[in-house]
């Protein structure tokens, strides 16, 4: 790397196309170095903010609804959401595989253990959109956003009482994101834009395709 390109960028400053598109490549690159089965750059215009997305969080409810600020009623409001994602032009989406499926069936585990490793399978998106969303704030753009998959009181807290609910205090203030629906995205809307799939856990787990976690970087 040349001292040119080690020089460290200035926020918000302006960036050529040529290098926005080699950024896009690169952070599409480094999700699949942290563990991600396949990303792509996409254009937000692609993000559909459905207000039946919010309403699946409470019907049925989830169990997370209201119990971290992440989640429904204190994520933001839809149409401050909206405005906010149409300033955007680019983002890079990823999947992560949910391998094996099966202990991450909801309610599988028999110990208390196996029953929060069942709920942190989202961990992984969460770990690639904070790493994504960081280098690209490093990089100079200063409103990169994300959000990926599940409850951060799961993969972060591991199930326990949200302090910051608790206390105003959050344990992981730098790594708490939303979940994609909890913003309103419809995620399989979204992923089947790309020609990814998702299934419905079935009883028998044998005959699902695959399971996945999602998370998505608004980079500029």
């Not at 480094?30 to 563990?35: K, M």
């Not at 942190?120 to 969303?133: D, K, M, N």
């Not at 993969?155 to 206390?167: N, R, W």
């Amino acid at each position: 790397m040349t001292t040119q390109e080690a020089m460290p960028r200035a926020l918000g400053g302006a960036i050529s196309e040529g290098t926005l598109r080699a950024d896009l490549e690169h952070y599409r690159e480094l999700a699949l170095e942290l563990g991600a089965s396949d990303a792509v750059v996409v254009p937000a215009s692609y993000v559909t903010v459905d207000e039946r997305v919010r309403l699946k969080c409470v019907v049925p409810r989830c169990l997370r609804a209201g119990e971290t600020p992440n989640c429904p009623p204190y994520t933001p409001d839809l149409g401050l959401i909206r405005r906010a994602l149409d300033r955007f032009s680019w983002a890079v989406l990823f999947k992560c595989d949910v391998e094996p499926i099966e202990p991450y069936v909801p309610g599988s585990g028999t110990t208390k253990a196996e029953r929060r490793r069942t709920l942190a399978f989202h961990q992984q998106s969460g770990e690639v959109v904070c790493a994504l969303e960081r280098q690209a704030y490093k990089d100079g753009y200063h409103l990169a956003m994300g959000f990926g998959g599940g409850s951060c009181k799961d993969y972060l807290c591991k199930g326990m009482i949200c302090q910051f609910l608790d206390s105003g205090r959050c344990r992981f203030p730098h790594r708490a994101r939303p979940a994609m629906e909890a913003m309103g995205i419809d995620v399989i809307g979204l992923i089947n834009k790309v020609g990814w799939e998702a299934y419905a856990l079935l009883d028998d787990i044998n005959l699902v395709p695959c399971a996945v976690t999602v998370g998505i970087v608004f980079v500029c």
